[in-house]
């Protein structure tokens, strides 16, 4: 697989920047220690995602998240209140300790599920020494931006809490430690897992994704684990139909023939995504296989 990718430039290229592997949840897979070794060969920068729902450090799933961490991988976590204390927290004090890096992701219904999950980061990171301050400040900062939505505009739009988020940074380097935290919107998926148009905070206007294939570029690509690729912002969870090959059986020439006839259809149904938004029938599925919501 890493040979079949170094021979291609476009995978490379991505492949340079970051590898994240994810989807699921990754640390079930017993092979993933052996998966991220492959991975690591191509980039700097290889990182894993977890739930941390992990119920004790003897866990098969805690020791290969250890192992891959020892071999200068990055565990980013998605923070869920209703397992923090019990185990996200304990696991979090261990990554601290083998990391200098860190993504934490809040997937909220409501803005004040955001309050709530940033006061949990600001109280653990109280804690956790000096070195932390710079987290602290932007956390704190993040909690007035949000409390001051809360207070003053509770019902606002999703263009209004963006608009209001603005002097909020997401990001420090600062004390040696790299931090980030990303506020998610959540969404209702159907009975045959297809995603709302509209988010579930801002309920009022249709959530839309700048799709950047008909802007001509890739920036983002999924490998499955049968080796099937599409190019998605969401790891394959947005239903986008249009594939790119079969990294483990196609050869490079395959996968780009391929390339060329998926970014046709997703330029496509692009278009024809923003024709239906404008004529007023958002949501609908087009022949392209592009969600609704990506133009």
């Not at 017993?30 to 729902?53: C, G, S």
């Not at 997401?170 to 297809?194: M, P, Q, R, S, W």
Request: net charge negative.
């Amino acid at each position: 697989m890493a040979d079949k990718i170094r021979k291609l430039d476009i995978f490379m290229e991505l492949a340079q920047r970051e590898i994240n592997l994810t989807g699921g949840e990754p640390s079930q897979n017993p092979h993933l220690v052996e998966i991220f070794k492959i991975f690591r060969q191509l980039a700097p920068n290889v990182r894993l995602h977890t739930n941390l729902d992990i119920h004790s450090k003897t866990s098969s799933r805690w020791t290969r998240l250890v192992e891959i961490m020892k071999m200068k991988g990055r565990v980013d976590f998605t923070l869920y209140p209703t397992v923090w204390e019990t185990r996200q927290k304990p696991l979090l004090k261990e990554i601290l300790t083998l990391q200098d890096e860190l993504i934490v992701n809040m997937i909220f219904e409501k803005v004040p599920d955001l309050l709530t999950q940033i006061k949990i980061l600001i109280e653990f990171f109280t804690t956790q020494g000096e070195r932390f301050n710079p987290v602290l400040a932007l956390l704190e900062n993040y909690r007035l931006n949000v409390a001051n939505i809360l207070k003053e505009n509770p019902e606002c739009s999703e263009e209004e809490f963006i608009k209001s988020m603005e002097g909020a940074e997401n990001y420090t380097c600062e004390g040696g430690f790299t931090f980030l935290v990303n506020a998610i919107l959540g969404f209702f998926v159907d009975e045959h897992g297809k995603r709302a148009m509209q988010s579930q905070p801002f309920p009022k206007s249709n959530n839309l994704l700048e799709c950047t294939i008909p802007r001509g570029t890739i920036e983002i690509m999924t490998v499955q684990q049968t080796g099937e690729m599409t190019p998605c912002c969401d790891v394959g969870n947005l239903q986008c139909q249009p594939k790119f090959g079969n990294l483990l059986n196609d050869s490079p020439d395959e996968i780009m023939r391929q390339i060329e006839i998926s970014r046709a259809k997703m330029i496509a149904g692009a278009q024809k995504n923003r024709k239906n938004i404008d004529a007023g029938k958002a949501g609908e599925w087009v022949e392209e296989g592009i969600p609704p919501y990506c133009v």
